[in-house]
């Protein structure tokens, strides 16, 4: 089949209702990495030295050396700034990314973060790069990582973040089976689920715009006080959109070496102040929001029109345009993905396959629907989807008057137009049928045609909408 795996969709328009405990309208989720003592060294067995998201803007990595400079920004975020931080966040429910390597030269911060219930969440086995790590070697470090996290914090880690990930992760930690959630995705502002080899997987979206990290690259912040700014711009909006009932995550990145220096401590502190200062804000752990999540809005369980196989397809959707099957058979042939996964999605296939059909063709799907209230309504020939659609609007309960009428209508319509008098009757009722009936009989016929394919094509809209939800 062609298929195109990225959603570019997601919720779309309509996110669902998050039900957050006890009626907040924000989640707030602060992230602290711990990757120091985990980072690229050749004491660690590495070729070179660490490059990545320090002061030293522009480094390099040193193949062979230690790089004295890099190693000591490190240290200095497990000797000074992880110690400030957790006195300013102790109180709070925080999510640590944690290194296994960088957690097992870590005992008395470790100790720290058990004391204050703070999620201890895996963040691989090394702080590296794993765009060209074989598949193979991947799988074996996710592994040894949970091993030894297990190991070093007395738990087995319930979520995951590699950061510096492969094409591969992702599926790969979701085969363990082992994770609550993954966050290896900067996709939307609420968690989602995606199907990897037949187990569903949640993600939890991770944040790179709310992240102390941007102190660390040229396009990012100068001072505590853009620091400070942004976060409290994104809780205000995201709290603002609360407020209107719609779903609402704050996720909050830091690195210790980074945001614990004092001048950026003091930015979040402020930050932090103004949002415990409103009411309805639930802060929680990643995990907390997972499990919540998992339980207001599990995976679903029917097969996904992507997946479908063609005869599948063709049952699900083959008489949505009436009688006409082969336009369900050649929208399964598009490349399909999860974007094609709602109502949206199918009638959008459905009607290309339509619309690029020749004249003869669609005038055959023209000619497939019934008259309204005609004479096969009366012999009960009706698709169970017409029978249902003509009923809604009373055209079942007609007096003798009125279906005269309609009859009458009818035939001098086919007579002028070749084709049926089509109307996507639950957007009317029976009055403002008839008076449509009235204006556009008059019509020419291409004018007419290109009505009728429109209203053909609103017609399956609505079907696909009540079969598959908005």
Known sequence: MNRYPRDMIGYGENPPVANWPNG?????????????????NILHGDAASEAFLSEITGAQPWPGQRHWNMESLYEYGSRAGFWR????????????????????????QVAAMKRSGWEIASHGLKWVEHKDMPED????????????????????????????????????????GQFAYVADSYADDLPYWVKLRGRDQLIVPYTMDCNDMRFGIQAGFTNGDQFESYLKDSFDYLYEEGQQGRPAILSIGLHCRIVGRPGRAAALRRAIDHMKAHDGVWFATRLEIAEHWTKEHPPMTQTRPSEMSRDQFVAAFGGIFEH???????????????????????HNALCRIFRSASDERRLGVLTAHPDLAGKLAAAGKLTAESTAEQAEVGLDLLTDDERTTFQRLNDAYVAKHGFPFIIAVK????????????????????????EACRQVERIAELRLTEKLGA
């Open 24 to 40: 907040a309208k924000i989640a707030v989720q602060i992230v602290l990495n711990y990757e120091e003592g985990g980072e690229n």
């Open 427 to 450: 957007d009317n009722d029976k009055a403002s049928i008839l008076a449509a009936f009235h204006r556009r009989i008059d019509n020419d016929r291409d004018t007419e045609f290109n």
């Open 324 to 346: 006409s099957a082969w336009i369900a058979e050649g929208a399964h042939d598009l490349e399909l993905g999860p974007t094609h996964d709602g109502a949206a999605g199918v």
């Open 137 to 176: 070697e991947e799988r074996a470090q996710i592994a040894e990582a949970i091993r030894l996290h297990t190991e070093v914090t007395g738990d087995a880690p319930r979520g995951w973040y590699t950061g510096r990930c492969s094409n591969n992760t992702v599926r790969l930690v979701a085969e363990t």
């Open 85 to 108: 931080v957790h006195r300013m966040l102790s109180d709070l429910p925080v999510t640590v990314y944690g290194v296994a390597t960088a957690l097992a030269r870590a005992p008395e």
